[in-house]
Structures are given as structure tokens and as C-alpha cells.
């Protein structure tokens, strides 16, 4: 029987998905749209792990924090786990603004409509508040209410996903519209992106609750297999099956683009690739990637599409480059984020303290430059009075 008290084989998947998305969005913002071409093998069988990569990197952050919340003996309130998810949602979702502004634009008091739009981390911020609070309203409950609730938030948003897709959200102010619909531009949305943070959640309170069971792995492996397969590969079917023996033809438009099962499916058929090889992944540097997923996102954002600045790699290299140029462009840059991340990471304390002076010698300088105002203006106020005094005294 192994502990699970630490899943390497998490951290690994979660370092793997992160670095995936540093190479899919370099490709795909930078690569030639002449070379996209999907009869292309070695083009086609990219785009589909791409595919893949925004599931499992969602699944895997609801795994994660749902993992540590369940782990805390604390029930409730009492959980500083609630506390802390809490701050880290409000965090994401103020990053996710953070890194869509243009301090330009600011400047200049102009907020861009690509400011409001949605993206992985205000959906992820969303979800946490999400998990939290089916937290809460279930801590009272049988324990199996949670997980349950967990699974049918998935099943939901995955099977009406082609109804609310319609859904215009007209008169909505486009602040709230986006989380809802791309219609504007947004990457992401929380229906139906949520949806995966909801199943990772779900998978989180198995692994607690089985964590001591003989033969875990071997067990998870197998049900992973199993049942990743039969959504990758059955669902369509299912769906036409059923829809034949209920009658209800919403069924067969789920199949009409029938994706979110199926990346559903590949999402656990990769949970059980890399519980199969967690021997492999105990390695300092999966973890210390795993564990900083977070900074390397926002450095990624902020070289490749130039958050704050505009002034990114792909403004100026947007859909220009060939293969040979856009694949080791792609590996140098998930070595560079990677790297500047883990440079920040081992010297966080030291550059936060830098920052702290930093902004404090700023404050120092801003009210010693009030007071010459105020002083300034003072003094200026005393003669325009006096100069007034006196012209009315001559008059």
C-alpha cells in the first residue's frame, strides 16, 4: 500500500499541462496559417494534444486545491483551507484583469475592451469560489453529497453545453458577459470550463477517501483506462443510443460536437499514463515546475502577448513564422519561463523585499512632493490674497 499524502504524480501533470500550454500558445500565435494544415500528421496529432491540454490543466488545479481542503481536519470556517481558497480565487481573477491591461492605455485613463475579457485564470478563480462553496453548503451533509454535487455541476455543463451555447447574453454590460460567452473574445468561459475543475474536485475526494486502500494505484489505473476510453472513444455512441431508445434529440446535438466528454475521457486516460509512471516523477524539477505554475503563466503572458506594455513577441511575430523557426523558438521559450519562474521562485523573498523598498522610497518621495504642492500652493493662495487686498484698497 503506497501513501498518497503526497501525489507526485499531480505535480508532474500539472508541470507537464503548463509547459504544454507555453509551447501550444507560442505555435499557435506565431506559426504561418499556411502550414496549418490538418491531412498534415505531425500537425493534426498536435493540435489534437493541444487539445488536451486545457482540460487536464483545469482538472488538475481543482484536484489540487480540493486535495489540500479535504486534508485539514477542520470542517466549515474552521478549515483555513476555505480562507485561503477563498483569497487565492479573488487572486486569480485579479491577475487574470491584471495581465489583460495596458498601462498605456491606463495612462491615458482608456480601458480596452480586451481588458474585460475572460481568460484560464478568471475561470479558475471562479471555479475555486465555486468548489467553496458547494464546500460549505454540503460540510453539514452526508459526505457523499459533495462529490455527488461535485459530479452532476460536470454532467450538467457538459451535456446542456449546446443549449446555453446559444444563449446571447444581450444587454448583459460585457464585464459579465464574458465569463458566459466568447461572443466578445474571450478565450474562456466558466460554463463549460468549470465543468473540469468541478470533475478534478470530484476526483480529489475519491483519492481522500480511498487513499489507504490496498492496491490503489493498480485499481485507479485500471477504473481510469476504463472509463477514459469509454468516453473518448463510446460517448458518441451512448449518446446516439440513448437518444434512439428516449426519444430526446438533445442528444444527438451533444453528439454534433460531442467534445467535452471526449476530452474528458483523454483527460483521464492521461491521469492514468502518469499514475502508471509516478516511479518517474518524483524528480526535483517536476515538482518545483508543478509547484510554480502560477508565475510561469504570467511570465508566458507577459513576453509572448506583452501584458502591461503591449509590447509582446506576438505583436510583432503574429502567424509569420515556418516550422523550422517556430518549433525551437517554441522550446527556447518554455525554457525561458520556466527558468526565469524558478529564478524568482529561489529569490521571491529577496525581490519582494526589493519591490517593499521599492514602494516605500516611492511613497517617501510622492508625500515629500504633496507637501511642496500643498506648501507651493499655500504660499501662492497668501499672495493672491494679498494682491486682491490691495487692489481693493486702492479702489
Known amino acids: 500500500m503506497e501513501k498518497t499524502s503526497r501525489l507526485y504524480f499531480i505535480d508532474a501533470m500539472r508541470a507537464w499541462?503548463?509547459?504544454?500550454?507555453?509551447?501550444?500558445?507560442?505555435?499557435?500565435?506565431?506559426?504561418?496559417?499556411?502550414?496549418?494544415?490538418?491531412?498534415?500528421?505531425?500537425?493534426?496529432t498536435w493540435l489534437y494534444f493541444r487539445g488536451i491540454t486545457a482540460p487536464v490543466f483545469f482538472t488538475v488545479s481543482g484536484f489540487i486545491f480540493t486535495y489540500l481542503l479535504l486534508r485539514h481536519p477542520g470542517q466549515g470556517t474552521e478549515n483555513p483551507r476555505v480562507r485561503k481558497g477563498v483569497r487565492r480565487g479573488l487572486q486569480l481573477i485579479l491577475i487574470g484583469y491584471l495581465l489583460r491591461s495596458n498601462l498605456l492605455g491606463l495612462l491615458d485613463g482608456v480601458i480596452y475592451p480586451s481588458f474585460y475579457l475572460v481568460d484560464v485564470l478568471h475561470c479558475i478563480g471562479m471555479a475555486l469560489l465555486l468548489i467553496i462553496g458547494v464546500y460549505q453548503l454540503t460540510r453539514k451533509s452526508s459526505a457523499w453529497l459533495f462529490p455527488a454535487l461535485l459530479l452532476l455541476i460536470t454532467a450538467g455543463l457538459f451535456l446542456f453545453e449546446p443549449a446555453y451555447k446559444m444563449w446571447s447574453f444581450e444587454g448583459w454590460?460585457?464585464?459579465?458577459?464574458n465569463y458566459f460567452t466568447k461572443a466578445n473574445g474571450s478565450v474562456f468561459t466558466i460554463i463549460p470550463w468549470v465543468g473540469y475543475t468541478a470533475f478534478g474536485a470530484f476526483l480529489a475526494t475519491a483519492f481522500r477517501r480511498y487513499g489507504g486502500t490496498a492496491n490503489l494505484y493498480p485499481k485507479s489505473i485500471a477504473l481510469s483506462l476504463l472509463t477514459g476510453g469509454?468516453?473518448?472513444?463510446?460517448?458518441?455512441?451512448?449518446?446516439?443510443?440513448?437518444?434512439?431508445?428516449?426519444?430526446?434529440?438533445?442528444?444527438?446535438r451533444v453528439v454534433e460536437n460531442n467534445y467535452l466528454f471526449i476530452r474528458l475521457g483523454d483527460v483521464?486516460?492521461?491521469?492514468?499514463?502518469f499514475m502508471l509512471l509516478r516511479g518517474l516523477m518524483k524528480k526535483p524539477l517536476f515538482l518545483r515546475i508543478g509547484q510554480n505554475t502560477l508565475s510561469i503563466y504570467v511570465i508566458h503572458f507577459v513576453i509572448l502577448y506583452g501584458s502591461l506594455?503591449?509590447?509582446?513577441?506576438?505583436?510583432?511575430?503574429?502567424?509569420?513564422l515556418t516550422p523550422g523557426w517556430?518549433?525551437?523558438?517554441?522550446?527556447?521559450?518554455?525554457?525561458?519561463?520556466?527558468?526565469?519562474?524558478?529564478?524568482?521562485?529561489?529569490?521571491?523573498?529577496?525581490?519582494?523585499?526589493?519591490?517593499?523598498?521599492?514602494?516605500?522610497?516611492?511613497?517617501?518621495?510622492l508625500e515629500?512632493?504633496?507637501?511642496?504642492?500643498?506648501?507651493?500652493?499655500?504660499?501662492?493662495?497668501?499672495?493672491?490674497?494679498?494682491?486682491?487686498?490691495?487692489?481693493?484698497?486702492?479702489?
Open 17 to 44: 499541462a503548463i509547459l504544454m500550454m507555453l509551447q501550444g500558445h507560442f505555435i499557435d500565435g506565431l506559426l504561418d496559417p499556411v502550414f496549418r494544415d490538418p491531412a498534415n500528421p505531425v500537425y493534426s
Open 309 to 320: 506594455t503591449g509590447l509582446g513577441i506576438y505583436r510583432f511575430l503574429h502567424h509569420s
Open 326 to 365: 517556430v518549433i525551437p523558438g517554441a522550446l527556447t521559450f518554455m525554457v525561458a519561463c520556466t527558468w526565469l519562474s524558478l529564478v524568482y521562485d529561489a529569490n521571491a523573498a529577496r525581490i519582494r523585499e526589493g519591490l517593499t523598498g521599492i514602494l516605500y522610497a516611492m511613497r517617501a518621495i
Open 268 to 273: 483521464l486516460l492521461v491521469f492514468a499514463v
Open 173 to 177: 454590460p460585457a464585464a459579465f458577459a
Open 368 to 395: 515629500r512632493g504633496a507637501a511642496m504642492l500643498y506648501r507651493g500652493a499655500r504660499t501662492s493662495a497668501d499672495r493672491l490674497v494679498r494682491l486682491i487686498s490691495r487692489a481693493e484698497s486702492r479702489s
Open 230 to 252: 469509454a468516453l473518448a472513444w463510446y460517448s458518441s455512441d451512448f449518446f446516439i443510443w440513448m437518444a434512439g431508445v428516449t426519444g430526446w434529440e438533445h442528444l444527438n
